[in-house]
């Protein structure tokens, strides 16, 4: 089985799909790995370190893409304006795509992929349950996110986070404030907590409670008899009441924060829109947001997505890819969840796409020219 790894080449990426320590494991299943010249280059590995784990360099990414059986990339296939072709066009008919799709925001691709007969899979759908745990992107990605989101408000913000005691006096730590304690959103409490800051953070999941505060945050709390978990662990939307409760206690938290970082989504729905223009207008000037669901249309009204803008005294931050501005640990990471996946198809000794399993069915998206996943044959199918 032929395996290779092209240059991402989305503006602004800086991961690469596949580490060496991959290389290594991937080769010992039987696997021949090409990857493309200066592929690993800005998340730190150079090629002598790929040809050393095993790999063969292939200068160009034609002739890259002409080898691949599987094909494993971060970004969704684009066009390639250097080559003068989209990726998809590059891959040879039937051969098996792992990356991370966003096949609902990406619906031209996907059509793309059907119509080359490409099997793909996306990264971004596999399950988040215990047995898929190693091989969860959009956590670890998220983790990336979190810590970044973090790094980001502090210095955007004018103020120290932690509390200091100096010849001029001391210093009141900042005050930070996370919306949703998720995967991002735990990670930037940790983080937070880590700088000195005195944390905060609210969640719709009051199962969430004990992490945040065994994380040395405290957990704010709606009064209300209404828990938004599904049995499978997962946020629903909530009521009408509730969410005029959460508006409230929000309005109340944001005006009292330095830095606010919200992360709070509902899987398969846009982003609850859960701070008003009216709420950044009472926040102090010089605090910050940073909108971590700026994809799925900002958790703040006034984010703009891809952009860090000024409103009312208030710095928001809408950046769109942040494990990307930590190519070296996200791509490591992303490179383990992608091997684990991979290696699901040689439970046998010998390569088998194995259907039938629960994760790899959940990640499949195309398959013999046929849009496999049912949201997003319903998705194109509603034009
Ligand atoms: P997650 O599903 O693990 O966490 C989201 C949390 O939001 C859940 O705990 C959920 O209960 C909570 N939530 C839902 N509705 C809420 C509400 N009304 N009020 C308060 N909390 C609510 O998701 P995650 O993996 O932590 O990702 C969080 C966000 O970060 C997502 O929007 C994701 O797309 C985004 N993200 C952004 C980047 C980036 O670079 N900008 C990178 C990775 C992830």
């Known amino acids: 089985m032929k395996l290779v790894v092209p240059k991402e080449i989305v503006a602004g990426e800086r991961r690469v799909a596949v580490v060496p320590e991959s290389v290594k494991k991937l080769t010992k299943a039987g696997v021949q790995v090409f990857v493309q010249e200066d592929a690993g280059l800005a998340a730190g590995v150079r090629d002598v370190d790929y040809a050393d784990a095993g790999a063969e360099i292939i200068p160009d990414a034609k002739d890259l893409y002409a080898r691949g059986e ?7 296939p684009t066009q ?14 039937g051969a098996i795509l792992v990356a991370t799709l966003q096949s609902l925001r990406n619906l031209d691709t996907v059509r793309r992929l059907t119509a080359r007969k490409v099997t793909a899979f996306s990264m971004n759908m596999i399950p988040r349950t215990t047995r898929a ?3 969860d992107v959009l956590s670890s990605q998220a983790t990336a996110a979190g810590y970044k989101a ?20 001391t210093i009141r730590p900042a005050r ?6 998720g995967v991002a959103g735990l990670q930037a409490i940790a983080t937070a907590r880590r700088l000195g800051a005195v944390v905060e953070a609210f969640d719709v999941r009051r199962a969430v409670k004990e992490q945040v505060q065994s994380l040395g945050a405290t957990f704010v709390e709606i009064d209300i ?9 997962y946020a629903k939307e909530v009521s009408a009441e509730y969410l005029a409760k959460e508006e409230k206690l929000l309005h109340e938290r944001c005006r009292a924060s330095d830095v606010v970082i919200t992360t709070a989504q509902v899987f398969g729905k846009s982003a609850p829109r859960l701070i008003s223009e009216d709420m950044v207008r009472h926040m102090s000037p010089g605090s910050v947001i940073v909108d971590l669901a ?27 890819n942040l494990p990307a501005t930590m190519p070296i640990h996200a791509s490591q990471m992303y490179s383990r969840n992608v091997t684990a996946f991979l290696l699901e198809f040689f439970k046998d000794g010998k390569f088998n796409l194995r259907l039938e ?25 509603a034009g």
């Open 70 to 76: 599987l094909i494993l990339k971060v970004e969704p």
């Open 150 to 169: 973090v790094l980001l408000g502090a210095a955007a913000s004018g103020k120290f986070f932690p509390m200091l005691t100096t010849a001029a006096g």
């Open 357 to 381: 399993d629960d994760i790899i069915k959940a990640a499949l998206i195309t398959h013999e020219g046929q849009v496999v996943n049912e949201m997003v044959r319903k998705a194109l199918s």
């Open 133 to 135: 745990q190693t091989m």
């Open 80 to 93: 390639n304006e250097a080559v003068g072709a989209h990726e998809v066009e590059l891959m040879p008919p």
């Open 176 to 181: 930070v404030f996370v919306i949703g304690a």
């Open 294 to 320: 700026a994809e799925g249309g900002g958790n703040c009204a006034l984010t703009e997505p891809g952009k860090t803008v000024g409103k009312h005294g208030v710095t928001i931050i809408g950046e769109l």
């Open 225 to 233: 008899d209404e828990d938004a978990e599904t049995a499978g662990g």
